[in-house]
T-cell receptor, first 107, second 115 residues
Framework: KNEVEQSPQNLTAQEGEFITINCSYS?????LHWLQQHPGGGIVSLFM???GKKKHGRLIATINIQEKHSSLHITASHPRDSAVYIC?????????FGTGTRLQVFP | EPEVTQTPSHQVTQMGQEVILHCVPI?????FYWYRQILGQKVEFLVS????????KSEIFDDQFSVERPDGSNFTLKIRSTKLEDSAMYFC?????????????FGPGTRLTVL
C-alpha cells in the first residue's frame, strides 16, 4: 500500500510570495501527479512527472525518486492561485491521492 | 480543447434507490476511471476500465457498484442500492494510454446526495 503525505495542510500567502508545497510517498512509483482543485470541485492536472523537474508558467514541479519526495513551487503567487493542490501517485492502474494543501493567496 | 463531461451535476436520491452517473470521456482516450471524494476527505480510487473490462477496483467498489461503456462513448457508474455513506462527489477521468505514463483528465464531477 502506498501512502501519500502532503505538507502543509493549509497555507496562506500574500500576493507575490514564493510558495512551496511538499509531497512524500512510501513506495516506489512510476509517476507522480500534481493536481489543482477549485472551490467548485473540478480537478485539473497540472503536472505528471517521473524524474527531474517540469515548469509551466509560474509553476515548477520537482521530484526526487531516491528520496520519494516531490515539491510544487509557485513563483509570484496571485489570488487566482487560491485552490487545493493535490499530489497523487500512479500505483498500478490507479492514482492514490494525498489529502491536499489548501492555499489562500491574499492581495 | 476536448474535455470530459459528466451528468448530472447534482443527483439527489433516497436511500436504497439505484443511481446511474454518466460520463462522456475524451474521444481518443482508452483508459477510464471513477473516483469519489466524500466531503472534506481526499479523493479515492473506485475502479479503472480498459478494453471493455475492469482492470482494477478498490475495496469500496463492492457488488453494489458496476461500470459500463455501452456504446463506445458513454462510461457509466451504477450504484444499485444507495446508502447514506455513498454521498460524495464522483469524478470520471480518462487517459490516452497507460496510467504509468499518461496524464488523467477529469470531468467536473457529479455530486450525489443520498437522503
Amino acid at each position: 500500500k502506498n501512502e501519500v503525505e502532503q505538507s502543509p495542510q493549509n497555507l496562506t500567502a500574500q500576493e507575490g510570495e514564493f510558495i512551496t508545497i511538499n509531497c512524500s510517498y512510501s513506495v516506489g512509483i512510476s509517476a507522480l501527479h500534481w493536481l489543482q482543485q477549485h472551490p467548485g470541485g473540478g480537478i485539473v492536472s497540472l503536472f505528471m512527472l517521473s524524474s527531474g523537474k517540469k515548469k509551466h508558467g509560474r509553476l515548477i514541479a520537482t521530484i526526487n525518486i531516491q528520496e520519494k519526495h516531490s515539491s510544487l513551487h509557485i513563483t509570484a503567487s496571485h489570488p487566482r492561485d487560491s485552490a487545493v493542490y493535490i499530489c497523487a501517485v500512479t500505483w498500478g492502474d490507479k492514482l492514490i491521492f494525498g489529502t491536499g494543501t489548501r492555499l489562500q493567496v491574499f492581495p | 480543447e476536448p474535455e470530459v463531461t459528466q451528468t448530472p451535476s447534482h443527483q439527489v436520491t433516497q436511500m436504497g434507490q439505484e443511481v446511474i452517473l454518466h460520463c462522456v470521456p475524451i474521444s481518443n482516450h482508452l483508459y477510464f476511471y471513477w473516483y469519489r471524494q466524500i466531503l472534506g476527505q481526499k479523493v479515492e480510487f473506485l475502479v479503472s476500465f480498459y478494453n471493455n473490462e475492469i482492470s482494477e477496483k478498490s475495496e469500496i467498489f463492492d457488488d453494489q457498484f458496476s461500470v459500463e461503456r455501452p456504446d463506445g462513448s458513454n462510461f457509466t457508474l451504477k450504484i444499485r442500492s444507495t446508502k447514506l455513506e455513498d454521498s460524495a462527489m464522483y469524478f470520471c477521468a480518462g487517459s490516452s494510454g497507460t496510467p504509468s505514463y499518461n496524464e488523467q483528465f477529469f470531468g467536473p464531477g457529479t455530486r450525489l446526495t443520498v437522503l
